[in-house]
């Protein structure tokens, strides 16, 4: 069997249903895994791995929430003829220390970095998306946003620019060989900031509050998380608040030949299709 596939894992979620969606308008071939596709694909059951492996060129991957499995994948990965990585990974990971933040995108890049395939790292800040696909939705739709976020900004990146690199460097083999792309939105604004401009564009009086890491990790077990993952989450505004990932980066420009999609371009988006309208009042529209 020629190994000419792109294997897209995670072909659900929020980055790989993207990059998948462009693989397949550009006419590459492309294999979508997850644990709900045909081809299913779980990082928890390596008897899913070789399968999804066959035939493949090249592999986009974002790291698994435990650190480890990536290794044992690199390691498949090269015996079935795998010759490229593509790894999603968080940004500025090489400066978060003793952070217990991230130690699960740190092992995924210690096994791509130390593989012997062709291997690019795709860092990216935290995603605009998370306000309207992810876990700062439900409190918006509520009226107010609580999180230990104060006044250190952060550079939010449009997921859809995170596809377009990945798609980039996936359909150029040799070109981003051991490269590292620091991925940012063009500036940096606060949560408070971020919040306000979708208020003023979903015509809803939105407020912003800030919290301790130890309060917004009790908020996140109330509504359902497990609590080591909300602990988790919550040692990633530690991280933001040393200010380390605040400032932006001109990679995504370099590498896609264009300037990073505004966040306020998003939110005009994503409030014209309705993504905070109140859901007690069917008939609202967002401010033109």
């Known amino acids: 069997m020629s190994n000419d596939t792109t294997l897209v894992l995670g072909a659900t979620g929020k980055t790989g249903r993207r990059v998948l969606a462009r693989l397949r308008l550009r006419g590459t071939p492309v294999r979508a895994a997850s644990r709900s596709s045909e081809t299913r694909f779980d990082w928890s059951d390596p ?9 493949v060129d090249a592999v986009y991957l974002v790291a698994p929430t435990v650190p480890g499995p990536v290794h044992e994948f690199t390691a498949r990965a090269e015996a079935a003829g795998v010759r490229r990585l593509v790894l999603l990974s968080g940004r500025g990971a090489d400066t978060w220390g003793d952070s217990p ?21 795709l860092r990216a800040s935290n995603f605009a998306q998370n306000f309207d696909e992810e876990v700062f939705h439900a409190p918006l739709l509520a009226g107010e946003l609580a999180t230990p976020a104060d ?21 150029e083999p040799g070109r981003h060989a051991g490269r590292i792309y620091e991925l940012t939105g063009p500036r940096s604004i606060t949560f408070g900031e971020a919040v306000e401009l979708i208020s003023r564009a979903s015509g809803r009086p939105l407020t912003y509050r800030t919290i301790s890491p130890e309060q917004y990790a009790a908020t996140l077990v109330d509504d359902g998380l497990g609590e080591d993952d909300a602990h988790h989450v919550a040692e990633m505004f530690v991280l933001m608040d040393r200010g380390v990932l605040a400032t932006t980066t001109d990679d995504l420009a370099a590498l896609l030949g264009r300037a990073p999609r505004a966040f306020e ?18 008939s609202a529209r967002p401010a033109a």
Do not use: H, K, N
Request: aromatic residues 8%; proline residues 4%.
């Open 47 to 55: 008897g899913t791995w070789d399968a999804a492996l066959a035939g």
């Open 101 to 121: 933040f991230g130690l699960d995108m740190r092992s995924a890049e210690d096994a791509v970095r130390g593989s012997a395939l062709e291997w690019t790292v």
């Open 151 to 171: 006044a250190v900004p952060e550079p939010f990146i449009d997921v859809d620019d995170v596809a377009d690199a990945a798609v980039q460097v996936l359909t």
């Open 265 to 282: 371009d998003y939110v005009a988006r994503s409030a014209a299709a309705g993504a905070w309208r109140d859901p007690r009042a069917g």
